[in-house]
C-alpha cells in the first residue's frame, strides 16, 4: 500500500495518542477513515480533526474485548464504505505490578484489550483486506514485546503475544499467497497517556510511576510514531520499530540474549527507587 488515497482504513484506539494522530495523517493523505474507542470523548475530538482535515469518517465507541461488537463493527465500515483495505489494531493498555501482587483480574483485562483486541479485529477484518486485493493489517506490539520488564508481566505477555501471532499470520498471508501485507510496530517510549492511565498492584504509586515514565522514557511523540507506522506501511516492513530505545535496546537483546535479563533487573531496581 504504497498510497492512502482513497484507501478505506480503520483505527483502534483513536480516541487520543498514537491511534488519533495515525487517523488524522491518514486523513490528510487522502484515506477514508473508520475509528473507533471506548472513550466517547476523546472519539469526537479525533472525528472533529479527521472532518477538518478533509475526509470522510465512520465513528463507533467500541470495545476490541467484545468479540461480537468487533465483527459486527467490520460488516458496518465494510457495507458504508463499500470495502476495507487496512486495519490498524492499536486499541492498548498498561499495567505495573509484579505478578506476586498483581490480581487475575488484572492480567486477564491486559491480555483481553491488548491481545484479544487485536485477534478480534484482525479475524474480523481479515476477509474484507483479502477481498479488498490490497490490504494491509497493522498489530501494535511494543518495545516490551521484544524483551521483558519487571513489573510489566501482563503486558508483556500481551505484546510478546501479539508479535508471535502477528509474524505467524504474515507468514500465512505470504504462504496462501493474500493480497495482504502484514506489520507488526514496536514503539518504545512515547509521549501519550498510556502510563497515565495504566493500572498499579502492589506498592507502585500510580501518579510516581507515570511522572517517571513521561519525564524520563517517553521520548518520541505520538505524531512521530505515527509518521514511523505510516512509512513503514508505505514500504511494505513486517517488523517496524519506534525510537531509538526500541532499536537499541532490540540490538542489545540480540548480542547478549538471555544475560539481558540479568541487567535489566539491576536496571529496573533502581529506576523503583528513583520513582518511589
Known amino acids: 500500500m504504497k498510497d492512502f488515497r482513497d484507501k478505506v482504513v480503520v483505527v483502534t484506539g483513536a480516541g487520543s495518542g498514537i491511534g488519533r494522530e495515525l487517523a488524522v495523517k491518514l486523513a490528510q493523505k487522502g484515506a477514508k477513515v473508520a475509528i473507533s474507542d471506548v472513550d466517547a470523548a476523546g472519539l469526537a475530538t479525533t472525528e472533529r480533526l479527521v472532518r477538518e482535515a478533509g475526509a470522510q469518517v465512520h465513528t463507533q465507541t467500541l470495545n ?88 510489566q508481566a501482563a503486558y508483556n505477555a500481551a505484546k510478546f503475544a501479539v508479535r508471535g501471532f502477528t509474524e505467524a499470520l504474515n507468514q500465512e498471508m505470504i504462504v496462501a499467497k493474500h493480497p495482504v501485507k502484514v506489520t507488526c510496530v514496536h514503539p518504545g517510549g512515547i509521549k501519550t497517556a498510556i502510563a497515565r492511565n495504566a493500572t498499579t498492584s502492589g506498592e507502585h504509586d500510580q501518579k510516581a510511576t507515570a511522572e517517571f515514565f513521561d519525564k524520563y ?60
Open 217 to 276: 522514557l517517553a521520548h518520541t511523540s505520538a505524531a512521530k510514531a505515527a509518521d514511523v507506522i505510516l512509512d513503514g506501511v508505505r514500504k511494505g516492513k513486517a517488523r517496524v520499530l519506534i525510537g531509538a530505545d526500541a532499536k537499541i535496546l532490540d540490538l542489545s537483546v540480540r548480542l547478549v540474549a538471555s544475560k539481558y535479563q540479568g541487567v535489566g533487573a539491576r536496571v529496573t531496581a533502581f529506576a523503583l527507587s528513583k520513582a518511589k
Open 64 to 151: 476490541v474485548t467484545e468479540r461480537q461488537a468487533v465483527l459486527d463493527y467490520a460488516e458496518t465500515v465494510a457495507t458504508h464504505f463499500g470495502g476495507v483495505n487496512a486495519i490498524f489494531n492499536n486499541a492498548g493498555i498498561a499495567h505495573h505490578g509484579e505478578v506476586e501482587h498483581t490480581d487475575f483480574k488484572d492480567i486477564e483485562r491486559v491480555i483481553d484489550i491488548d491481545f484479544w483486541g487485536v485477534v478480534n479485529g484482525t479475524k474480523a477484518f481479515l476477509p474484507y483486506l483479502i477481498a479488498s486485493g490490497d490490504g494491509h493489517v497493522i498489530n501494535v506490539s511494543s518495545l516490551f514485546g521484544l524483551l521483558a520488564e519487571p513489573g
